[in-house]
């Protein structure tokens, strides 16, 4: 079975510009999450969904992040505009339930420039 | 709110030899999860290993077990013959059994290192 796959694997963008990273969960999956992971602040839950509706989104940092999840296959989240501290690491995960494991993407390594 | 905390920024370990990785947790709670998450250099997230609360007995996973103490809310990874591949990132992180729980909470990690 196929895992939890993000595109791009490396992103690097000149800041002002938008940045969109895409995740496709594992098929059947109900939750969908996105991390952010940096050196200073670890591992930090931006948003998840269930069943493609935003359930808690109180860790996006700031209103130039904004996440969608059109359908049960496909997400996204956008950076506009980007910045040099928007640079990170972010990850995609689905889950069947809540309290079931989460599966990762292989993430994105952000570079802002 | 729930938290994780890693003590250990850093350990290393002799090829073949056996290394405890430290996890604290704190939590109202009383049904929850646990896991370890393992980040190799390749930047995959691995489920190495996971325990329920409700449970008593450790959970095992070939060289991997961990050492669950619910009173102390601690709950340290003992990696048994260490090899090269075991050398990444380790996560601990807490989950809510509750449907309506939060997700995953994640400490900070604890880089192994491991020497041939």
């Known amino acids: 079975d196929a895992g939890v796959i993000q595109s791009p694997r490396h992103e690097v963008t000149e800041m002002g510009q938008e940045v969109t990273l895409r995740c496709k969960p594992i098929?059947?999956?109900?939750?969908l999450f996105w991390y952010r992971q940096t050196m200073m602040r670890g591992l930090e839950l931006l948003i998840y969904?269930?069943?493609?509706?935003?359930?808690?989104d109180s860790g996006m940092p700031e209103d130039r992040f904004s996440a969608k999840m059109p359908n049960a296959s496909f997400s996204t989240l956008k950076i506009q505009p980007s910045e040099p501290r928007d640079s990170a690491v972010y990850f995609c995960?689905?889950?069947?339930?809540?309290?079931?494991?989460?599966?990762f993407g292989d993430g994105t390594r952000l570079s802002i420039l | 709110a729930q938290t994780v905390t890693q003590s250990q920024p850093e350990m290393s370990v002799q090829e073949a030899e056996t290394v405890t990785l430290s996890c604290t947790y704190d939590?109202?709670?009383?049904?929850?999860?646990l896991f370890w998450y393992k980040q190799p250099p390749s930047r995959q997230m691995i489920l190495v290993i996971r325990?329920?609360?409700?449970?008593?007995q450790n959970a095992t996973e070939n060289r991997f077990s961990v050492n669950f103490q619910k009173a102390a809310k601690s709950f340290s990874l003992k990696i048994s013959d260490s090899q090269l591949g075991d050398a990444a990132m380790y996560f601990c992180?807490?989950?809510?059994?509750?449907?309506?729980?939060?997700?995953?909470?994640f400490g900070k990690g604890t880089r192994l290192s491991v020497i041939a």
């Open positions: 995960a689905s889950s069947f339930r809540l309290n079931q494991p989460q599966h």
């Open positions: 098929s059947g999956h109900d939750y």
């Open positions: 969904f269930n069943n493609n509706v935003p359930i808690d």
């Open positions: 939590t109202s709670e009383s049904d929850y999860y």
């Open positions: 325990q329920e609360a409700y449970k008593q």
């Open positions: 992180a807490y989950r809510s059994a509750s449907v309506i729980g939060t997700p995953l909470v």
